[in-house]
């Protein structure tokens, strides 16, 4: 006997800000010994193998997800979704929320990459030019900041 192993996996973004989903199906297969002269069966087999896992993982992140939160491209979609007007995913509703760990994460990531700030200095800038502390930032700031520094106009 053959074996096959095959897997397929994908990330999807997840409900919380700046965090992802991982879907994974991985099937073991056993197949006749006649068919190790035919490279071109095994293939159509591994390929089977592949597509049935494909249609797995798309069929479970179909029954775990919530509606898409945004288009596959970093822009949530308004108006029905038909692209006439794109919005940056970093528009959070006003709930006073405080930022996320992540969300606070990306921003310092995004001020090292894009000021060469390093964590002290973004916090003393934060502090001095917008009176702000980066621990009490609540989603909607930090994702106006995020928007910021990746050049997002409002």
Do not use: C
């Amino acid at each position: 006997m053959i074996k096959i192993v095959a897997s397929y996996g994908l990330k999807v973004p997840a409900e919380q800000e700046y965090s992802s989903q991982s879907f994974h199906a991985t099937a073991e297969i056993e197949l006749a010994d006649s068919l190790v002269n035919k490279p071109d069966a095994l293939k159509a087999a591994l390929h089977s193998l592949w597509g049935d896992l494909k249609a797995a993982v798309a069929e479970e992140i179909g029954r775990n997800r919530l509606p898409a939160r945004n288009g596959g491209n970093g822009e949530v979609r308004r108006n029905g979704g038909n692209g006439q007007h794109r919005e940056p995913v970093n528009r959070i509703a006003a709930n006073g929320a405080t930022a996320s760990k992540k969300q606070i994460g990306f921003l310092l990531s995004l001020a090292r990459r894009k000021r060469n700030f390093s964590a002290e200095q973004y916090r003393n800038w934060l502090r001095s030019e917008r009176g702000l502390s980066l621990d009490d930032l609540s989603k909607q700031q930090a994702g106006q900041l995020i928007d910021e520094l990746n050049g997002v106009q409002a």
